[in-house]
């Protein structure tokens, strides 16, 4: 067998979710993109769908367009990947099916996007979404990776996901892979899950993604590469480890010991992880570091983001103190539902419905209507079906709230004309529809325009030419002396006649 290894990159995407909380600048990206363009990588991911939209134009005040176009110009030969699929928001109604065609193919356009990734066996996904979104990436040109997330239940066997491996198979995609969303294989559990769906893939390639939450990731990835495994998804440094994927530096050294070829330019991705590093340094922000082994995630099997965002609720409550109550509830809460991956939305609806039980001291004394339509099958497979206590199914579905949520109608799917009339007509732009859209309106897309453009941090690539650059903005420095080794640069300004 083939023994190079190919390596997704994760850095910019689910690096920054995990760290940063998607707090990852466009001029971060911009001092690095370059390199990490030049490395090697198989496919680099980018915050290229509607949520990272959001996130830029409402909290740091950027234009996610603009970021398009510059991952687009600074890495042009990539294969550039995210997260996609046949919706705008998670916790948003199926929005209609002609505003997201509209969005795939103007970020397409930008070049910022060619490798559409999606999640395969959460959310009806198979039966509601993949029919008609696949063909749109298609037409687009896009590479399809269909994603497999990973679960520890009763339900959650090998057999389960030989069978979701057989049953993708008819979309045809490029590539699978293995989406350990909440860093919860292990060694021995890699062992059988990833020859079952090696042997049921027909040859198509597939890949593995995890992260370090159990403080395991380094090792089973090591073990899924003995098992026929050959494309790793790993982030640089300050953006690896944590709640984050492997280090890619970490992950190549294991793999070149054990007489793999990690297919990647390791000095490149050092220069740009240096400059990250440098930027997390000066922007105060987290820099990822080894987690020690911890046996409640497998119990909670919470993501670490949502945790963080739990904690962030129950503080305002005032009641932190009651964590371990609310992640012991999640886990009987997740049993009576039926076992659902908890993976963005399930997870959030679980932690959330949770706080409430233990806030009000009575479980189920008030339901989210999120709960109340899992009971009604709302979200596909993984929802209100066989698996579900039926006795919690009944008296979720018997509440006056429930009888309400089943006579709301299913909105139309409206087209993309009426949409354009409720946004500003026929002279808004497509760009800025779509903006409008995924903000509900023009008021924060002004408030990021007027924070004016996207803050700039010097470049890997061109050190000198930025930090003469920077400096000349001084007008009272007047002599820059740089000296490396025995080379020497004098640059004086001269006086004005």
């Known amino acids: 067998m083939n023994n190079d290894v190919r390596i997704i990159d994760t850095t910019f995407r689910d690096g920054s979710q995990s760290l940063w909380a998607s707090g990852m600048r466009t001029g971060m990206i911009e001092a690095v993109a370059e390199d990490m363009g030049q490395a090697g990588f198989a496919a680099v991911e980018v915050p290229a769908n509607a949520i990272y939209f959001k996130k830029l134009v409402r909290d740091l005040k950027e234009d996610p367009w603009e970021m398009c176009r510059m991952v687009a110009r600074k890495m042009p ?8 699929g046949g919706i705008i928001h998670p916790f948003e109604a199926p929005p209609p099916r002609a505003i997201v065609k509209l969005f795939f193919e103007r970020v397409t356009a930008t070049g910022a996007l060619n490798r559409a990734q999606m999640t395969a066996n959460t959310f009806g996904q198979i039966e509601n979404a993949f029919p008609w979104i696949i063909p749109v990436f298609r037409n687009l040109g896009m590479q399809i990776i269909l994603a497999l997330s990973y679960s520890l239940s009763p339900r959650h066997t090998d057999e389960y996901y030989a069978h979701k491996t057989r049953e993708v198979l008819k979309f045809k995609p490029d590539a699978l892979y293995i989406k350990d969303q909440s860093g919860l294989l292990t060694p021995d559990r890699v062992r059988t899950l990833v020859p079952a769906i090696l042997e049921n893939a027909g040859g198509v390639p597939v890949e593995l993604h995890s992260h370090c939450t159990t403080g395991l990731a ?3 990835y090591m073990e899924a590469l003995k098992l026929g495994i050959r494309t790793l998804h790993t982030a640089a440094p ?7 994927q492997p280090s890619i530096f970490s992950v190549t050294r294991n793999a070149r010991h054990l007489g793999y070829n990690p297919v990647v330019n390791e000095e490149i991705v050092r220069r740009a992880s240096d400059r990250l590093v440098a930027i997390a340094r000066q922007e105060k922000l987290p820099i990822g570091a080894p987690l020690e082994y911890d046996y409640a995630q497998y119990i909670h099997q919470l993501p670490g983001g949502v945790i963080s965002n ?7 409550l005032r009641l932190q103190h009651r964590l371990d109550e609310v992640l012991e509830d999640t886990v009987q809460l997740r049993r009576e539902l039926g076992y659902p991956i908890m993976i963005t939305p399930h997870s959030q609806f679980m932690a959330t419905q949770a706080a409430i039980n233990v806030a009000l001291g009575e479980r189920w004394k008030v339901v989210i209507d999120e709960l109340i339509l899992f009971a009604f099958g709302t979200f596909g497979e993984d929802s209100g079906y066989t698996w579900m206590d039926p006795n919690l199914k009944d008296r979720l579905l018997s509440t006056p709230r429930a009888k309400e949520l089943a006579h709301r109608k299913v909105a139309p799917d409206v087209s993309l004309k009426e949409i354009r009339e409720s946004l500003g007509g026929p002279g808004v732009s497509d760009e800025e529809l779509l903006l409008r859209y995924i903000m509900k309106g023009e008021q924060e897309i002004a408030a990021m325009r007027a924070a004016g453009p996207y803050k700039q941090y010097v470049s890997a690539t061109a050190p000198l030419h930025t930090l003469l650059k920077e400096l000349s903005k001084h007008p009272k420095v007047r002599y820059i002396h740089v000296q490396r ?4 640069l004098v640059v004086r300004k001269q006086s004005a006649k």
């Open 77 to 84: 030969n990539t294969v550039k990947g995210c997260m996609a």
């Open 218 to 220: 380094d090792v089973v």
């Open 238 to 244: 300050p953006l690896a480890n944590g709640s984050s």
């Open 310 to 316: 739990l904690k962030h609720q129950l503080a305002e």
């Open 485 to 488: 080794g025995d080379d020497s």
